[in-house]
């Protein structure tokens, strides 16, 4: 029965969706091309509103010059119409004559001379002259209000379309880039779960054949390498497993034999050494496998079975905690996960250092913690320490990841740290690196728990 960890989809925060980029950028050269585009148009109208502008006043001087020359009419009944002012200033510059609403300066010195643009109640008014013949100087001035209006509108209808494009073409480029987009996120959601131990599922194509099209076909192709660059890995594995494993069998049943007829230290050393050869080699075929092609199988056993082999295996080894109860596990892959801590804690500590085992169990999890009184793990090495083929111990670097897998397989977890200050529990190790290998804990029914006292019972009476 395996337990494998839920899968989770990724998902992009909006700060660094491709969608949210492509609008922004989108919104942005719209924002600059309305921007150019708007002054530029702005600035004409205004240009040619103004040329205008200073045509009617041209046109309405000339009309008052001729109908004063030419008809003798007077200011207060001049062909300018209404909003028009007018005076007529002779030569030693008094006004002789103004309409009715400039009649206060008749008589007077002529007070706008010179200026092109004079304040004329509430609004500026532009002027121009003409020479009258026998009169002096006909002055005409037509007030701009019409012409501000017309500024303030064009600027007004500018400003709202810079303040409203941005946050519309922004929306519209999100739901734009959203759909033409969405054949990328599905296919990205879609390699989010695919499990790379399986075979690599191919990703689904758009209908469009456009750059995202591609791009998936690119990535399927390179999936296709990738899954038969691992077939290769896998079948090279496990014929250099096969290779080894029939001289292995042999060399241990020799060393076997002769560590019954002598106790010589080398012989005993040489058969640790074929033991440490022989795991390698199981190692090397679980990665051969993969870690989903393993099978658990399920037993009730008492924690001591489970030291006892451990013992055998890494002699020297400290058991701290309580190994009186029992353990729901596949024990063949459990030992093996174990030892390959021990084993590696062996290597750091030394012959003369100490390593410690020890069981931890509550009715949620029943916890492994592997110390030893060596140097410690490299810190640069972090999480790297569970890859496969990486090692801070001189070791071949599949202990640590195939652990890690076993204790994935039973739905537990393996995590590494340091150890520096003494055990919780007496004859812990010192110092240090410490493995912690977590297991769910048996939850048992009433059922259950009656068969596995009958199998506890039964494992006793052997």
């Given at each position: 029965?395996?337990?494998?960890?839920?899968?989770?989809?990724?998902?992009?925060?909006?700060?660094?969706?491709?969608?949210?980029?492509?609008?922004?950028?989108?919104?942005?050269?719209?924002?600059?091309?309305?921007?150019?585009?708007?002054?530029?148009?702005?600035?004409?109208?205004?240009?040619?509103?103004?040329?205008?502008?200073?045509?009617?006043?041209?046109?309405?001087?000339?009309?008052?010059?001729?109908?004063?020359?030419?008809?003798?009419?007077?200011?207060?009944?001049?062909?300018?119409?209404?909003?028009?002012?007018?005076?007529?200033?002779?030569?030693?510059?008094?006004?002789?004559?103004?309409?009715?609403?400039?009649?206060?300066?008749?008589?007077?010195?002529?007070?706008?001379?010179?200026?092109?643009?004079?304040?004329?109640?509430?609004?500026?008014?532009?002027?121009?002259?003409?020479?009258?013949?026998?009169?002096?100087?006909?002055?005409?001035?037509?007030?701009e209000e019409a012409l501000l209006d017309a500024r303030q509108s064009a600027l007004n209808a500018l400003l709202l379309a810079l303040l409203t494009t941005p946050v519309l073409m922004l929306i519209l480029g999100w739901w734009v880039g959203r759909r033409a987009?969405?054949?990328?996120?599905?296919?990205?959601?879609?390699?989010?779960?695919?499990?790379?131990?399986?075979?690599?599922?191919?990703?689904?194509?758009?209908?469009?054949?456009?750059?995202?099209?591609?791009?998936?076909?690119?990535?399927?192709?390179?999936?296709?390498?990738?899954?038969?660059?691992?077939?290769?890995?896998?079948?090279?594995?496990?014929?250099?497993?096969?290779?080894?494993?029939?001289?292995?069998?042999?060399?241990?049943?020799?060393?076997?034999?002769?560590?019954?007829?002598?106790?010589?230290?080398?012989?005993?050393?040489?058969?640790?050494?074929?033991?440490?050869?022989?795991?390698?080699?199981?190692?090397?075929?679980?990665?051969?496998?993969?870690?989903?092609?393993?099978?658990?199988?399920?037993?009730?056993?008492?924690?001591?079975?489970?030291?006892?082999?451990?013992?055998?295996?890494?002699?020297?080894?400290?058991?701290?905690?309580?190994?009186?109860?029992?353990?729901?596990?596949?024990?063949?892959?459990?030992?093996?996960?174990?030892?390959?801590?021990?084993?590696?804690?062996?290597?750091?500590?030394?012959?003369?250092?100490?390593?410690?085992?020890?069981?931890?169990?509550?009715?949620?999890?029943?916890?492994?913690?592997?110390?030893?009184?060596?140097?410690?793990?490299?810190?640069?090495l972090g999480e790297r320490i569970f890859d496969p083929f990486v090692s801070g111990s001189g070791s071949s670097g599949l202990g640590l990841s195939v652990a890690r897998q076993i204790a994935a397989l039973h739905g537990g977890?393996?995590?590494?740290?340091?150890?520096?200050?003494?055990?919780?529990?007496?004859?812990?190790?010192?110092?240090?690196?410490?493995?912690?290998?977590?297991?769910?804990?048996?939850?048992?029914?009433?059922?259950?728990?009656?068969?596995?006292?009958?199998?506890?019972?039964?494992?006793?009476?052997?």
């Amino acid at each position: 029965m395996t337990r494998p960890a839920p899968l989770r989809t990724a998902r992009v925060a909006w700060r660094h969706s491709l969608r949210f980029r492509l609008a922004l950028v989108y919104t942005l050269v719209a924002l600059a091309l309305i921007s150019v585009i708007g002054l530029g148009v702005m600035t004409l109208l205004l240009r040619q509103m103004d040329t205008q502008f200073q045509t009617r006043l041209n046109e309405r001087a000339d009309s008052l010059a001729e109908a004063f020359v030419s008809r003798g009419q007077s200011l207060g009944k001049s062909p300018g119409g209404t909003g028009v002012y007018t005076m007529i200033v002779d030569e030693d510059g008094r006004v002789l004559a103004a309409t009715p609403s400039l009649r206060q300066y008749e008589g007077a010195p002529f007070p706008f001379e010179g200026q092109a643009t004079v304040q004329l109640g509430d609004f500026p008014a532009r002027t121009t002259t003409r020479l009258l013949e026998g009169f002096g100087t006909l002055w005409v001035a037509l007030p701009e209000e019409a012409l501000l209006d017309a500024r303030q509108s064009a600027l007004n209808a500018l400003l709202l379309a810079l303040l409203t494009t941005p946050v519309l073409m922004l929306i519209l480029g999100w739901w734009v880039g959203r759909r033409a987009l969405a054949d990328l996120g599905g296919a990205a959601d879609l390699a989010d779960r695919i499990d790379p131990t399986r075979s690599l599922a191919a990703l689904p194509l758009p209908a469009r054949q456009d750059e995202v099209h591609r791009l998936l076909a690119a990535l399927n192709r390179l999936l296709v390498r990738i899954e038969a660059g691992q077939a290769r890995e896998k079948q090279l594995l496990g014929q250099i497993v096969h290779e080894l494993g029939a001289p292995l069998t042999v060399l241990k049943a020799s060393l076997a034999r002769a560590t019954e007829r002598t106790e010589d230290p080398e012989v005993l050393r040489a058969a640790l050494v074929a033991d440490e050869l022989t795991f390698t080699t199981q190692d090397l075929m679980q990665l051969a496998r993969g870690q989903l092609e393993m099978k658990v199988v399920w037993h009730f056993i008492p924690a001591a079975t489970l030291r006892g082999r451990l013992d055998r295996l890494v002699p020297g080894t400290t058991f701290a905690g309580d190994w009186d109860g029992m353990i729901l596990c596949d024990p063949d892959r459990l030992t093996q996960a174990l030892r390959n801590l021990l084993a590696n804690a062996r290597r750091a500590a030394g012959t003369e250092g100490q390593v410690s085992v020890a069981l931890c169990e509550t009715s949620e999890h029943v916890t492994f913690r592997v110390r030893d009184s060596g140097p410690g793990l490299p810190p640069e090495l972090g999480e790297r320490i569970f890859d496969p083929f990486v090692s801070g111990s001189g070791s071949s670097g599949l202990g640590l990841s195939v652990a890690r897998q076993i204790a994935a397989l039973h739905g537990g977890t393996l995590v590494a740290g340091g150890a520096r200050g003494g055990g919780t529990l007496p004859g812990e190790a010192v110092g240090g690196a410490q493995f912690t290998l977590t297991l769910p804990g048996a939850a048992l029914g009433d059922d259950e728990e009656e068969e596995f006292g009958e199998e506890r019972e039964a494992v006793a009476s052997r």
